[in-house]
C-alpha cells in the first residue's frame, strides 16, 4: 500500500512537469505547420516564375523584370 502511494505521487508530479511543456509543443506545432505552409507558397512561387539558371546580371534582370512576383 505504501508504494502505490509513492507511486501515485510520482506520477502526480510527472503530470504537472509535463503540463508546464504544453506551450512550448503548441509553439513548437504552430511553428512547424507554418514552416510546412511557407515552403509550399515557395515551390509555388518557384514554379509560376522560375529564377534564372546562372549568372549574376540574369539574376538582376529576372529581379528588374519580375516585381510582382518578388
Do not use: K
Amino acid at each position: 500500500m505504501n508504494t502505490v502511494s509513492v507511486e501515485t505521487a510520482r506520477s502526480a508530479s510527472v503530470m504537472s512537469a509535463d503540463s508546464g511543456w504544453r506551450d512550448f509543443y503548441r509553439v513548437g506545432a504552430i511553428s512547424a505547420f507554418l514552416f510546412v505552409i511557407l515552403n509550399i507558397v515557395a515551390i509555388g512561387l518557384d514554379l509560376a516564375a522560375p529564377p534564372p539558371v546562372s549568372g549574376g546580371a540574369a539574376t538582376l534582370e529576372f529581379i528588374a523584370s519580375n516585381r510582382q512576383a518578388i
